[in-house]
Antibody
């Protein structure tokens, strides 16, 4: 059974940083491109970042470029998202998902709240 | 990376058919056959319902179907059921590794 479990969310002050993680199981992690999607409270889905299977290429949403670093550890079957310079508008549930154009599997999400 | 356009809400009675539209541009929906549709119930993660415009993942009822014409994609739910009440999001690959989502459509079963 495919499982994606996010962690690392929480309350952070404006300007702070956070590193989100996603633990994958039930499939060959290194065979799949992985993606982060976020959803602000009461709002729609927004693609955030994706990373190729071998980590050789990363892709970021224009609105957050320069503040994001997506990475993966295929040996540990884990996906990560480092967010710097957090702003109130970054408050959202962050989901990791398998795939890029078609997101077949999603985690349950981790809530990031940016507030003083 | 502009959001795709969806109607805010669509409603129908049980057994009826409804269609949700998703309008993009010639750089996303009009160029790539990588349109997906997701269903999201309150407090839950999204669930893939349609991928690559018309394909249903295993386990998705055949009441759900997708199509595309020019820059607009559509999701049709036939024989609407109470459990279909949810938010629905379209997405399209937009090139250069980017994915773009629609704003979401709330489906109400009357």
């Amino acid at each position: 059974e495919v499982q994606l479990v996010e962690s690392g969310g929480g309350l952070v002050q404006p300007g702070g940083s956070l590193r989100l993680s996603c633990a994958a199981s039930g499939f060959t992690f290194s065979d799949y491109l992985m993606t982060w999607v976020r959803q602000a409270p009461g709002k729609g889905l927004e693609w955030v970042a994706s990373i190729k299977e071998d980590g050789s290429e990363n892709y970021y949403v224009d609105s957050m470029k320069g503040r994001l670093t997506i990475s993966r550890d295929n040996a540990e079957r884990s996906l990560h998202l480092q967010i710097n310079g957090l702003r109130a508008e970054d408050t959202a549930v962050y989901y990791c998902a398998r795939g890029r154009a078609s997101l077949f599997y999603w985690g349950q999400g981790t809530l990031v709240t940016v507030s003083s | 990376q502009s959001a795709l356009t969806q109607p805010a809400s669509v409603s129908g009675s049980p057994g009826q058919s409804i269609t949700i539209s998703c309008t993009g541009t010639s750089s996303d929906i009009g160029y790539y056959n990588y349109v997906s549709w997701y269903q999201q119930h309150p407090g839950k993660a999204p669930k893939l319902m349609i991928h690559e415009v018309t394909n249903r993942p295993s386990g998705v009822p055949d009441r759900f179907s997708g199509s595309k014409s020019d820059n607009t994609a559509s999701l049709t739910i036939s024989g609407l059921q109470a459990e279909d009440e949810a938010d629905y999001y379209c997405s399209s690959y937009a090139g250069s590794g980017a994915l773009v989502f629609g704003g979401g459509t709330k489906v109400t079963v009357l």
